[in-house]
């Protein structure tokens, strides 16, 4: 292969060899800089030509900073793709021929994307980026995670530092092998880790002990059974994935949090009663930055939830991304009623999956500043929201209005946060206060909807049409809702959270979700909805049919124990 041709104007034009002819290139030097501060931001970045569609990766200047190359396209819908550059808080460089060019830089949720579009001829270009920072939910004591990703954890820094994701926990041991313990896997993440938080700054931290069950194999054939994550443990898990109970109550020992990870794996909502997970993947790796991806899989939503009456899809609870959305949503309520107090997550398979790392996240509230232990301790304890988009605070200040039983008057007040637990003796009122912020500008054919669930069903609903909207400065791309629920009143125990939804006029979803505060009243306990109980009974009964022949008998016990345990749920039901 013959040489490259010498630099020429001072270093500033190329000329590469490809093929029999030469191409010739011109930098192009980009700063993507905060407009409060002017200094530096690391980010995400995507460089496509509009001449070609050809995607770009840029390099940084300075040879102490960093470019982290991701290119995913998805195998279920090859329109998604995800071809983008996480960069360090410097300046960088990419050769570019002739033409003209689109760059797009995002960083997190907590700033507005830009988009700047610039033309290459015969000179070096500069582009300057400047991002807005709409909100800045740290100042309120909030830190993000994403609690499920593949990324590399030598590529974790960069993509954590671009998005600002807090907190990153990447699944380092992962088995797809019902009879293969996670810590002899073949797809591990090759290199000794430790068992100790890798901090990148006071502010971001990740943890390398963190393991997926991702059963696709079982009884030494194909046979999908579905996810568990562990997150936060102390040792490698050594062991297969039966029998749950030892998987469950080792995690436990150690101070791990179980997440259910996706709702409609065939195994999901069966093993709940002996695996006793802790969390739930509310924002989770099928809700993607491009376009929804993964339709018609696994388990088909219950007629009950009844989707295609409500303009939701076929019906299957797979098909959009809206219905997508809702059946997480009915499952995980379907199972809060059922007793199991599990506090919502969100992850992106970042690494596997064509979506950068946080997309879904959820925050943590720290009192008191941030530090990993005290942000996975809120974490288990559902001081969270979850969200693919909008933001949901105020929370510090919520009243909570418990009425005096036979009174009817206001009684003493109790404000907290989400996972809250308040207890009663009677008849209890409760009302929110709150705001829910939207980073994109208002289009009048969206839809913005602020909801108060109670028990899984919206008892107070609202839209930026009808509900009280404060735009934070009259230039902003963005704007606030802030609303204010009717007061609910409560005779039996049960749960409350807040949603809010951003739907878009092609009918893509952001969405935002509490944790939900408990609310315990004496002698009147919660009660699941019988057609709910009816559904974990016939889907445990499903599996336990499709297992058999297939799975030990020492596996299937433990089927049959979720059963009756379900039927003792069910026993309750109204």
């Not at 819908?77 to 060019?101: D, I, K, M």
């Not at 232990?373 to 909570?400: N, Q, Y």
């Not at 008057?409 to 409760?430: C, D, M, N, Q």
């Not at 009717?486 to 509490?514: K, N, Y």
């Amino acid at each position: 292969m013959p040489n490259l041709p010498a630099r020429v104007a001072a270093g500033l034009l190329f000329a590469y060899a490809a093929g029999h002819a030469a191409a010739q290139t011109v930098p192009v030097y980009g700063d993507i800089t905060d407009t409060a501060t002017g200094k530096p931001v690391a980010a995400r970045l995507y460089l496509r030509s509009d001449t070609d569609g050809k995607w770009h990766f840029p390099k940084s200047v300075p040879p102490f900073g960093v470019a982290v190359r991701y290119e995913k396209r998805s195998g279920f819908n090859t329109n998604a793709t995800e071809y983008h550059t996480t960069l360090s808080a410097h300046q960088w460089v990419a050769e570019l021929p002739p033409g003209r060019y689109t760059a797009v830089v995002e960083r997190g949720k907590e700033y507005l994307p830009l988009t700047n579009q610039f033309t290459v001829a015969a000179k070096p270009v500069e582009v300057k980026l400047p991002l807005e920072r709409w909100v800045n939910m740290a100042e309120r004591g909030w830190f993000s995670g994403d609690a499920h990703n593949h990324r590399a954890p030598a590529e974790l820094p960069s993509a954590m530092l671009a998005e600002d994701v807090n907190v990153a926990l990447p699944m380092i041991d992962w088995t797809t092998v019902d009879a293969v313990p996670p810590a002899l896997s073949d797809k591990n993440m090759k290199g000794d880790f430790g068992a100790q938080p890798v901090v990148v700054d006071p502010t971001h931290v990740w943890f390398p002990r963190n393991t997926e069950y991702e059963i696709f194999r079982s009884g030494g054939k194909a046979h999908t059974l579905g996810a568990l994550l562990i997150l936060g443990h102390k040792e490698r898990f050594d062991v297969p994935v039966f029998p749950l109970r030892r998987v469950s109550e080792r995690a436990h020992a150690e101070g791990g949090l179980i997440d259910l990870e996706k709702h409609n794996w065939p195994w999901s909502v069966a093993i709940v009663p002996v695996l006793k997970p802790d969390l739930f993947e509310l924002a989770n790796n099928h809700h993607w930055r491009v376009e929804f991806g993964v339709r018609n899989w696994a388990v088909p939503a219950p007629k009950w939830m009844n989707f295609a009456a409500k303009g939701r899809g076929n019906g299957s609870g797979t098909d959009t991304e809206l219905a997508w959305t809702h059946y997480g949503f009915e499952t995980y309520y379907a199972l809060l009623n059922c007793g199991f107090r599990l506090k919502p997550t969100a992850g992106t398979a970042n690494g596997v999956h064509p979506v950068p790392l946080g997309f879904s996240r959820v925050y943590v509230h720290c009192e008191g500043g941030f530090s990993y232990e005290k942000w996975m301790k809120g974490l288990g304890e559902g001081r969270s929201f979850v969200t693919t988009g909008p933001m949901l605070d105020a929370f510090g200040g919520i009243p909570l209005h418990i009425l005096k039983p036979g009174v009817g008057t206001t009684g003493p007040s109790v404000t907290g946060r989400p996972g809250e637990v308040i207890k009663s003796t009677g008849k209890t009122a409760l009302k929110f206060q709150g705001r829910a912020s939207f980073g994109a500008p208002r289009q009048a054919s969206a839809r913005y909807l602020v909801q108060l669930v109670l028990n899984g069903e919206v008892v107070d609903s609202g839209d930026g049409s009808n509900l009280r909207a404060i735009s934070l400065n009259e230039d902003s791309e963005h704007f606030n809702i802030a609303f204010t629920t009717r007061e609910i009143e409560m005779t039996d125990s049960g749960w409350v959270a807040v949603r809010c939804l951003q739907i878009q006029p092609d009918g893509r979803l952001r969405f935002a979700h509490t944790a939900p505060w408990w609310v315990e009243i004496e002698g009147k306990p919660l009660r699941p909805r019988r057609e709910q109980a009816d559904w974990f009974v016939q889907r445990t009964e499903e599996e336990i049919a499709r297992n058999t022949g297939v799975l030990p008998a020492e596996a299937l016990a433990e089927f049959h124990e979720a059963l009756a345990a379900w039927k003792q749920i069910q026993a309750t039901a109204k």
